[in-house]
C-alpha cells in the first residue's frame, strides 16, 4: 500500500498535542527541543502538516522563549482562555496575554472544561468571540458523550454545539474545529475513521450554513479522541478529516512525533 495521502482539499493538516495538566515548564522546555530534534531527523514537512502544542499556562512564556531563540518551526497555544479581557477575574487568563505571548491558537470547550467547569454552548461562544478580538485561532472542541450517542444517534449533539460556538465567530477570522466524541477521550477506544468522517462532515455543513461554503472549504476539521501513531493514517484518508486533537499520546516524544509523520504511515 502507498503511503498515506490526506484527502485534505487543500487545507493544511494540523497536529495538535493538548497537553492538559501534564508537565512543568522545565518539563515542557526538554520535551519542546527533543520534540523539534526529532522532527528534524525526521526531515518534518511542516507546511504539509503543521505541529502545534498546547503546555499548561505556567509553561508558555518559557515554551514561547526557546521556540522564538531556535526558531522552531512549532506553533502553540492556550488550552483554554477568559471570555472577559481584564478585570477582576481570579485566575482567569485573557486573550490578550495568550496573544502578547505570540500563541497562534486557543482551544476552547475542551469536554473536560464542559464537564468539570460546567461551561456552556454559550460560554463557548462568548470565548470564540474573545479569541477573535485578540487575533488567536479557536480550536472549537465539540463531541457527544456515550449516553448522548444512544440517545440522540451520531451528529446531533455536536452539531448543536458546533451552532451555538460559531455565533460569537467574527467574520473573516480563522478557526478550527474539533470533533472529539467524550467517550472516545482517554479511553483507548478511538471512533472508527467512518464514524469520524460522518460526523466531520456534517460539521462542514454547519460551517458551510453560518459562514458560508468557501469558508467551511477552507476550515480544518480535526478529530480527537485516542489517536495514536497507529490509527492516525486512517483519519487522515477520510475528506472531511484535516487533522487530530491528541492528548495522552501527544505526551509521548516518539509517539507524538509519528502521529506527526503520518504521511510516511504505510499499510496502516
Ligand atoms: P486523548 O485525548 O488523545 O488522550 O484521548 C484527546 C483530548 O482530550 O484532546
Given amino acids: 500500500m502507498a503511503a498515506v495521502t490526506p484527502s485534505t482539499a487543500g487545507r493544511t493538516p494540523l497536529i495538535a498535542g493538548n497537553w492538559k495538566m501534564n508537565l512543568d515548564h522545565l518539563q515542557s522546555i526538554a520535551f519542546v527541543q527533543k520534540l523539534a530534534w526529532s522532527l528534524k531527523d525526521a526531515r518534518h514537512d511542516f507546511a504539509a502538516a503543521e505541529v502545534a502544542i498546547f ?18 518551526p512549532l506553533a502553540f497555544g492556550g488550552q483554554d482562555l477568559s471570555q472577559h479581557d481584564s478585570g477582576a477575574y481570579t485566575g482567569e487568563i485573557s486573550g490578550a496575554f495568550l496573544a502578547a505571548l505570540e500563541a497562534k491558537y486557543v482551544i476552547i470547550g475542551h469536554s473536560e472544561r464542559r464537564e468539570y467547569h460546567q461551561e456552556s454552548d454559550e460560554l463557548i461562544a462568548a470565548k470564540v468571540a474573545a479569541a477573535h478580538r485578540h487575533g488567536l485561532v479557536p480550536i472549537v472542541c465539540v463531541g457527544e458523550t456515550a449516553e ?3 440517545k440522540h444517534g451520531p451528529s446531533a449533539v455536536p452539531v448543536a454545539q458546533l451552532r451555538v460556538a460559531l455565533e460569537g465567530a467574527v467574520t473573516g477570522k480563522q478557526l478550527v474545529v474539533a470533533y472529539e466524541p467524550v467517550w472516545a477521550i482517554g479511553s483507548g477506544q478511538a471512533a472508527t475513521s467512518e464514524q469520524a468522517q460522518q460526523v466531520c462532515a456534517a460539521l462542514r455543513e454547519v460551517l458551510s450554513e453560518a459562514l458560508g461554503a468557501e469558508v467551511a472549504q477552507a476550515t480544518r476539521i480535526l478529530y480527537g479522541g485516542s489517536v495514536k501513531a497507529a490509527n492516525i493514517a486512517g483519519f487522515m484518508r477520510e475528506a472531511d478529516i484535516d487533522g487530530a486533537l491528541v492528548g495522552g499520546a501527544s505526551l509521548q516524544l516518539e509517539e507524538f512525533a509519528s502521529i506527526a509523520q503520518f504521511r510516511k504511515h504505510v499499510g496502516t
Avoid at 65 to 70: G, M, R, S
Fill in 148 to 150: 448522548d450517542l444512544e
Fill in 55 to 72: 503546555p499548561p499556562f505556567t509553561d508558555l512564556r518559557s515554551v514561547q522563549t526557546l521556540i522564538k531563540a531556535d526558531d522552531l
